[in-house]
């Protein structure tokens, strides 16, 4: 599950069973802090399922969030804190208002969950205003930002959530040579691309010169509107139609900053960008040679049927020089950017440099000036040698 997003389902609360009897389990005492219960999580699953019904609370609202948060940093104000656990895999918080709302907020693992009860949809909704609010603040302070990562083997294409560090593009723009930043610049602001600008982005150039922290910022970047899948196995994505088809139809995750709304409403569909870095086979001029239908299954994805409505861009790096890249890939109304990155001349290199580093006579790559930095404190850390390590 990706960063600022989460799923979102305006239904009844899980099948949790209720007891046959119809008794539901109650606290001792309001506020009641218990360290030690099992079957904690399920009593609560089935107070609220009870109230859910027996419509003394009929509209639910089930919210989880791929962050560690706690409880009670995100949960509304307005209500009173009935129960608290804290255990060594989990916590939870429970608050109420009688006949007004029950708000369940559970962290476990990476993930956080709340689950709203209301007497109506208005009051619903005024509490997930507040969920939505505090979770978008702690998730702009956040330092790592949430993906999909995809690998396949015997049984088929799988993906799990990943963690990439976040990265802001204001405060990694110096680490680019000009010509090279004000290319970003313009993909970086990208908030909803038209049909018209194409799907395809190709970024070239010598090892070193940043592309993959790039990769790092612009999921950070566009992250409010785009859910980030990384593919670790290009070689086998691009030879595999149904590896294709289902990184492409994997179902996208609304914004959890979407207003709640009802079931006579459909969210916003979000965009995807697949990732798919050191994909030089795929790219030659060759490649219809070399690796047979990858190069037309790529280029059907970003100008074809099958990603027609998709709502689905494709960012591929390389080391190839442009020269040795297929046309067809760089063909215009496909390709939205073709970006070089080259590195910094020997003044951009100077102006880089901290006071104390001798800044060198000659272009260097951003491998080459982090090097120079090593064991000094500088504003921003060397930049790893790729997302999967």
């Known amino acids: 599950m990706n960063s600022l997003q989460q799923e979102v389902t305006v239904t009844a609360l899980e099948n949790t069973a209720v007891p046959a009897s119809g008794a539901v389990p109650q606290p001792e005492a309001d506020g009641i802090v218990v360290r030690a219960e099992p079957q904690l999580d399920s009593a609560m699953d089935s107070a609220q399922v009870h109230q859910f019904l027996t419509r003394a609370l009929p509209v ?7 962050y560690s948060l706690a409880p009670l940093s995100i949960a509304p104000d307005n209500l009173t804190v009935t129960h608290q656990y804290s255990g060594p895999h989990r916590r939870f918080a429970r608050l109420e208002e009688d006949g007004v709302a029950d ?14 009860l209301a007497r109506d949809h208005a009051t619903a909704s005024a509490l997930w205003d507040v969920v939505r609010t505090r979770v978008s603040a702690q998730m702009s302070e ?8 995809w690998t396949t083997a015997s049984y088929g294409p799988s993906s799990r959530d990943h963690k990439v560090r976040s990265s802001r593009w204001t405060d990694v723009r110096r680490n680019y040579a000009a010509v090279a930043a004000r290319q970003l610049d313009e993909l970086m602001a990208l908030q909803d691309p038209d049909d018209d ?23 950070t970047e566009w992250l409010p509107w785009c859910d980030a899948h990384l593919v670790t196995d290009p070689e ?8 294709l088809l289902e990184v492409v139809e994997e179902p996208a995750r609304p914004d959890f900053r979407e207003p709640l709304r009802g079931l006579d409403e459909l969210a916003p569909s ?12 795929y790219l030659r001029s060759d490649a219809r040679e070399r690796s047979g239908p990858a190069l037309g299954r790529l280029l059907n994805l970003t100008d074809g049927i099958l990603g027609e409505g998709a709502k689905t861009m494709v960012l591929l790096t390389t080391n190839d020089d442009l020269g040795r890249i297929h046309t067809a890939v760089q063909r215009p109304g496909r390709c939205r ?29 951003l ?18 040698a790729g997302l999967y390590l």
């Open 270 to 281: 979000r965009w995807k960008v697949i990732i798919c870095e050191d994909a030089d086979e």
């Open 367 to 384: 491998a080459e000036l982090f090097g120079l930095t090593r064991g000094r404190e500088v504003s921003e850390p060397e930049p790893s």
């Open 197 to 219: 600008g194409g799907r395809l982005v190709l970024w070239h150039g010598q090892p070193g010169t940043g592309k993959t922290s790039a990769v790092r910022t612009l999921i």
């Open 103 to 116: 708000v369940l907020v559970t962290q476990q693992g990476g993930f956080t969950t709340v689950k709203v």
């Open 142 to 149: 956040s330092d790592v930002t949430r993906c999909q990562l």
């Open 337 to 365: 950017a073709t970006v070089e990155f080259p590195a910094l001349s020997a003044a951009e290199a100077a102006a880089w440099c901290p006071p104390g580093i001798t800044p060198p006579t000659s272009p260097a790559t």
């Open 60 to 66: 639910a609202v089930s919210v989880t969030v791929p």
């Open 236 to 243: 086998r994505f691009f030879t595999s139609p149904d590896y």
